[in-house]
């Protein structure tokens, strides 16, 4: 801990903190721009600037680290001056024109910055000269003509996103924020993640969905989770009028830190289906607008007129669905009335194996998101990271910069092989036989640190079962096997034992990503058969506003009587008998296990219209209808089965 | 001392601040009592005396020559001059053009505008004034209290007028300083 | 290794290129195996050695005859008096001037005046750049052998500081002081690095040696790796530097091929590898953490300091970072001494300091000479007074860290010490030497241009304000500028000085600042009166 007095204020802060978060841990305010809490300090905006008794110059607060009786004013004229000076140069350089910009009136920094410091006028005009303007993208709008230059867009693409696609060209004052090497930003390797967005303090960069729709900071926040995949990424949903303003990943948020992919910030931007407003019954052969009563009581009829405890009821889940709908489901289908021929829209399909390997070893296996970020190499088997979890994905593309080892062992093109230090396709042979190729190269380099029967001199007889010569499979195991913190990434649930008999051999961590919300709390509830409409004479089908697989429209067609609870009209909607309107995620709340077992809750953002009910709501009512109560005991039924992680 | 006397004037501009004076309601009364409103384009004279006003107050940014001329005549014949407004502070929304050469923005608004049929025309007479790059004000003269905001509320110009007839130099800060 | 007689050098300047320079060798080569003496003779084509109105040259030792203009035709004469028969064919000789390149050096001055000395060029364009033997025998690698073999790294940072060495770059900063801070910076690896980006406009003292001894940067490069503790070097040679790549790329094969790179050098456990990295034509990444990033193959933008790079350096490892002249000064002073170092120069500021004299003077070109000596006499006697006899009026003392020096001060010691009392900068070694029909106004525009365009745009007040200082002056030398306008130039210039992130934004409104000092009348009078005094700025009415 090292003393320093800022404004005359004796704080004591740990050792190498900067000179602004110190001030900021003591409740004094230094105004900045480039500054950005996840960022690098990158010292480029010069509005931080603070005395430092004994410097020659002015000192940028966000890149001076403390020492011991540093004496620090941040509230001098030549203070003072020097911020009005720095706004000066910054509103002469382009064309911030606030009467016509989106965010200003509270989410302009650069605005806020100058009443701050009481700008009346701008001393030096700007010479309106134009800068370009990139409205080519599909989510987002780049426009020069507002950007100060902090790069705190460029940072984050690069450090939290690893995508590196903005940067920025040529230099002095003719220096621009481009995509790549100067395209268009809709033709860039953009990945439309908008962390970009959600990090520019002026109206450089903004979403075209949430643009004029109204300001963050006048917008009511809810602070929940994204069910779009099961990392569970924490987000704040801005809402105005109980309407959707935007969607911004929550900084404070512990899996990801703020940073969200495409699917969760833009994807509920776009309501792209027709709701469905009202219960419907089919009547005369024809879906006809029902009360809930009616369409409650048509459901019981038809769930009565099949045979308890028998596969005569096929009951489906989304895995978009809280525990306590995926609960209140099994109580109901399992629990009272006996069915058989339960499980959810996936089917175990991502978490079958890998339970199966917990409860056969009766212990966790995988490990945390956290060991991804403090990994040192990464495997990434057989997982598509780019467009599926792609926040995993992040994480991984940011540390390779960093010096954290990438090896990608998969069958096809993965994205991620350009950024590998090493990339594996085998040609033929099983993944358990490319995975005993790279145990046989771990031990023939001397880097296992667990046992295994496969023996050095293995290697040629192993590596050519898979098309491949040893020497690739030596690169490779060097790449992965000589960190000391592994972590390999898998998808699918193909968990098969040998990954993780080959973890134990380099002594890494496995994370497999599952697939929605929801996943790893249905294959806790045992929620995981295959699908089978066979046997079934009536069909009870919890969509909410997932999607359902072609092969089930297809499958359900031919189950006499059919019940489907959603958000949205579909093909399973337009066929079924009975249609229960159905709440989308940002209108419900509840409990979500992600991929690493994290137990998170989500909040309502939006309220719903009327006549529609969460699952659970209606779920619940139909059980009275047919003379059940069921029982609130979620957390004790997560809990009933050894799971692939450690729940927390 | 008598009541300070004030001259108002609109330039490139939309009249919304001049609205936005006549929106302080019964006030005008108070600010009538405390000044000697003199030329305003809401006036009968339109011109500030020869012999000089204390207050003069300009809306709008400077676009042509005769904005220009009435600026300076403004600016020589008061004491202290107030910018009211977003044009007049920075240039504002007519300050759009200047990314345009004023060929296109007049060919723009004469010819091409959808409103305007084949007859149109950009106008050409010599008696009007030249058109130029549009101009904060103090570009073209020395201002001495900026008022911006799109337009400044009223109980903000209330505010400026008040301290003015009393002498004293308006600080605009707080809810006061906005610039849209 | 061969004995040679007789050396012949060919400059190869553009401008000698361009007359005719490679056929002049071609003719040479042919000439010396036709008359036998190819055993006996060595031909090198040697980099700029100056006096471009004589180009090309062909200089002859170890007589110091320098024969200029050559044409193809005269070789084979050249060649038969000369090389063969051993007479000096005087009618070809290049007019007598004793001033540039090695011929200085080589004729003893007489007189009271300061001669020229040489320590840092001592050997370039005298000895084959591509031989690490011709090298060897002009001491080459003594220092070296003798550090590794009977100094501890303590005694190296003793005689450095004894010696009083200080940064050639432009800050002037105590080498070994320096030296000592990496060396305790705490960290395995290290790095150390020479800063031969030199781009300041103006100067081009580096190339000289390191286009004419490359070997010694190598050698002084080890000697410092060995000092502080690093294993590993990087030399950032200017984009436009090809030639000085090229050479420096071969010297470092030579090195390895001869042990004085690679593993166990001397038989000690000391290891140093070296690497050539070129620039890719920024300025900034002559400063010394764009250098850094450059080389970690970021955009050349300058770090917030502190940290500094002897602590957190290349990929945050403790580095140091020299300039080519410093570091050429390291081996003749650890194989001289101290004592023998500070008999050059002024005590405060030992040694020597090359020049590259530049503008309005007779002779241009570059100049080695003990610090300390002033202006005026860089002026009257090695850039031989002005030309057309016109007055003096003012210098630029090359690039961000120079200044503009009146001709008040040109009888100021040219010193760090002497300089920085005198409110003006030694920069980084180039006298940009104006006469009375510079105008100020133009001269500060076209510098303040060059920042403009050279600032990395990392941060607001350099980025900006070199822009709005150029729109200014521009103003300004098209008679639109308004009185208001000076005291504008005078903020921006300050806080420019405050605020920015590094030497360039603190430093590019200093000739502002200069002009506004020692010539305001000059710049007011393009204001009130619209006229530009020396009648060369447009004054064309236009504003921007």
Redesign the interface.
Known sequence: MVTVTIDSKQIEVPEGTTVLRAAQSSGIHIPTLCDHPKLT??????LC?VEVEGAR??Q?SC???VSNNMVIHTDTQ?VLD?RK??LT??F??R?H?????QV??GDCEL?NS??DE?M???P??P??Q?YPVDASHPYIIMENNRC??C?RCVRACGELVGNYTL??E??????LLVADTGVALGESTCISCGTCVQVCPTGALIDRWSAYHGHDTQADTTQTICVGCSVGCGIDVLTRDNNLVKINGNWDAEINGGVICKLGRFDAMEEKCDRIATPLVRKDGALKAATWEEAIAAAANGLKSAGMNSAEIAAVISTRQPVETLSAFKQLFGGKLGSTNLTTLEEGEFTRSTAKLAEESGKAFEGKLADLKAADSILVLGADLVSYHEVVGFFTKRAVPAGTKLLVVDTKENELDRLANKALKAGKGSIEDTLNALTAAVVKLGLAKGKTAVKAGDLDALASKTGLKSEEYLDAAFVIASGEKPVILVENGVLPAAIADFAELIDARIISVKGNANSLAASQLKLENPLNFKASKVAFIVLGDDDASQKMIKDVEKVPFKIVQATYASALTANADVVLPSTNWLEQGGHYLNLDGHLQQAHRAITPAEEIMTAEESLTALASKLGFTLENSWEKELQQRVSSVVLE | MGKPKVSTDWLAGCAGCHMSLLDMDERLATVLELADLRSSPITDLKEPDESGVDVGILEGGINNSANKEVAERMRSRCKILVALGDCAVFGGVPAMRNFFTIEESLRRAYVEAESVDESGKIPDDPELAVPMKVHALQDIVPVDVFVPGCPPDADTIFYVLAELAQGRIPEIKGDKLHWH | MKAFRSMVLVSSDPLSIERGANEVYQVLQKEIKGFGLQDEISLTMVGDVGRHDSSPLVIVYPEAVVYGPVKPEDVHFLVEEHLYKGRIASEFQAPARELTGRIAWLSARKGTLPAEQRIVLERAGIIDPDSIDDYLIHDGYQALVKALTEMKPADIFTVLEKSGLRGRGGAGFPTGSKWKFVAKAPGNKKYVICNADESEPGTFKDRLILEGDPHSIIEALTIAAYAVGADEGYIYIRGEYGLAQERLSKAIEQAHEMGFLGKNLMGTDFNFELHVHGGAGAYICGEETALIESIEGKRGEPRARPPYPTTHGLWGKPTLVNNVETLANVPPILRHGAEWYRSFGTPSSPGTKVYTILGNVNVTGLIEVPMGITLREVISIYAKGMKHGAAFKLAQTGGSSGSIIPASLQDTPMDFDSFSKAGVALGSGALLICDEETCVVDLAKSLVNFFRKESCGKCNPCRIGTQRIYEILTNISEGTGRMSDLDDLKVLNENLYQLSNCGLGQTAGAPIRDILNYFRAEVEAHIRLKVCPMGICPMSGKKI
Not at chain 1, 97 to 101: E, G, H, L, T, V
Not at chain 1, 170 to 175: I, L, Q
Request: charged share 15%.
């Open positions: 300090p990158y010292g480029g905006c010069r600037l110059t002015l940028p890149t001076m680290p030549k020097a000076f720095v140069l910054i002469s350089e064309n024109f606030c009467p016509y910009c200003s009136g605005q100058a009443y009481g009346t006028h701008w030096l005009s010479n309106f134009p100060i230059l790069r940067g920025f040529e230099r002095g004052a003719k220096s």
